[in-house]
């Protein structure tokens, strides 16, 4: 008798727990996006991040006695963001192309990065697995006005930084490199500037620590994180372009292609595992989705493929003749290599009229993809879109 009562205490104080623990969660999901249901731009961005590495920490599945009854995890509070691009009137066909990249990095960025297996777990909201992280309207410049077809796009996205292997002292905040002297002159040695700009912090505190003496360093971070600053690229075949570190007026900055993931590889190998998808052309006038997908449990052209889980990755540029290969190991595969060459038909130029399109949102890896807003808005898909938009995390 005492030990039923015992068995019969620990069910009714698990089941107590439970219903705290979910209360709690219903309370975030209330009182939270009241707050913040209206955030834009990057704020929505930081804050869909941080939800979705709480909503993993904090998913707990009921299993009193090994039975499943379900489960409980925060919400995840993540809002399609609408974007028209490009920003600037003076845009060049490269410049549309580097923000649309941004834009499926920052996607990729706020969903784990290939961290997380399964984002949406069962019983989550967001139901169908994928969520629309931006929709893109596109517009013309004075220096943009044409197509940038799904294979250029592609090449775009591996032939590009997007994440470096920082290499530095740190001696300032942007950067820079300690040395044994305190001879402004062998800062030559560690950055690759014009002499007029190096700059040099004798008796650095943190150089000191290290041993050394001083800290060299510039106002430009691109040279302090030992990149090249100039006006050209030095060589295509060893460096790339990269934005993100600054440098003088009129000069882009450089890496080392060793020393970084290409937008593309990001995707597929920075975190964990991923897959990119273009499934269309792009050009002005028309709206485009860039969306995440966690794994659906089944994957048939993956198979079909030869690309399961735990084989090699692949980028897919839907678009009759695009060759095989390109840049490293990445494979790319064309419509008609996957399902014959019935599945690829232009529709004005820049969407391809899939009939079984729904069979590349079936997926084993999470996976980003690049449409036009028709593709994942389709009439006959049973239960509404392929992809979930959500415009106010209020309503999510």
């Given at each position: 008798?005492?030990?039923?009562?015992?068995?019969?205490?620990?069910?009714?104080?698990?089941?107590?727990?439970?219903?705290?623990?979910?209360?709690?969660?219903?309370?975030?999901?209330?009182?939270?996006?009241?707050?913040?249901?209206?955030?834009?731009?990057?704020?929505?961005?930081?804050?869909?991040?941080?939800?979705?590495?709480?909503?993993?920490?904090?998913?707990?599945?009921?299993?009193?006695?090994?039975?499943?009854?379900?489960?409980?995890?925060?919400?995840?509070?993540?809002?399609?963001?609408?974007?028209?691009?490009?920003?600037?009137?003076?845009?060049?066909?490269?410049?549309?192309?580097?923000?649309?990249?941004?834009?499926?990095?920052?996607?990729?960025?706020?969903?784990?990065?290939?961290?997380?297996?399964?984002?949406?777990?069962?019983?989550?909201?967001?139901?169908?697995?994928?969520?629309?992280?931006?929709?893109?309207?596109?517009?013309?410049?004075?220096?943009?006005?044409?197509?940038?077809?799904?294979?250029?796009?592609?090449?775009?996205?591996?032939?590009?930084?997007?994440?470096?292997?920082?290499?530095?002292?740190?001696?300032?905040?942007?950067?820079?490199?300690?040395?044994?002297?305190?001879?402004?002159?062998?800062?030559?040695?560690?950055?690759?500037a014009d002499p007029s700009y190096l700059l040099i912090n004798k008796k650095d505190s943190l150089c000191r620590k290290e041993g050394k003496n001083s800290c060299c360093y510039t106002d430009y971070e691109c040279w302090n994180r030992e990149g090249v600053c100039g006006g050209d690229n030095p060589d295509q075949n060893l460096y790339a372009q990269y934005n993100a570190w600054e440098c003088p007026q009129g000069t882009k900055c450089f890496v080392k292609k060793e020393d970084y993931y290409s937008y593309g590889n990001y995707i597929q190998s920075f975190g964990g595992p991923g897959n990119l998808m273009i499934l269309t052309d792009l050009k002005p006038g028309e709206t485009y989705a860039i969306s995440f997908g966690s794994p659906t449990g089944k994957c048939g052209w993956c198979t079909y493929a030869g690309i399961g889980t735990g084989v090699a990755t692949v980028a897919i540029a839907l678009i009759a003749g695009v060759p095989t290969g390109g840049v490293g190991t990445v494979g790319v595969l064309t419509v008609s290599a996957l399902f014959g060459a019935g599945y690829v038909a232009g529709k004005g130029g820049s969407e391809f009229a899939v009939e079984n399109i729904g069979n590349l949102f079936e997926r084993d890896i999470n996976t980003i993809y690049i449409t036009t807003l028709n593709q994942i808005q389709e009439g006959n898909i049973p239960n509404g879109n392929r992809c979930t938009i959500v415009k106010d995390i209020r309503s999510n």
């Open positions: 008798m005492h030990l039923y009562q015992n068995k019969k205490s620990m069910a009714m104080g698990f089941l107590i727990g439970v219903l705290i623990l979910t209360a709690g969660f219903l309370l975030i999901s209330f009182i939270i996006p009241q707050f913040i249901g209206r955030a834009e731009g990057k704020t929505a961005e930081a804050i869909c991040r941080g939800s979705v590495a709480l909503r993993e920490k904090s998913y707990t599945e009921i299993r009193p006695v090994g039975v499943n009854l379900g489960s409980v995890a925060s919400p995840l509070l993540c809002k399609t963001i609408d974007k028209f691009v490009p920003e600037n009137k003076d845009a060049t066909k490269e410049d549309v192309e580097r923000e649309i990249a941004d834009l499926t990095a920052s996607c990729w960025k706020e969903f784990g990065e290939g961290s997380i297996q399964d984002v949406f777990k069962q019983g989550d909201q967001i139901s169908k697995k994928c969520f629309v992280c931006y929709t893109v309207s596109l517009r013309t410049t004075s220096k943009f006005n044409g197509e940038i077809k799904a294979a250029e796009l592609r090449q775009f996205l591996f032939n590009n930084a997007n994440k470096v292997v920082e290499k530095s002292d740190d001696c300032k905040v942007n950067g820079g490199f300690c040395i044994n002297t305190e001879n402004v002159n062998d800062c030559s040695a560690k950055i690759s």
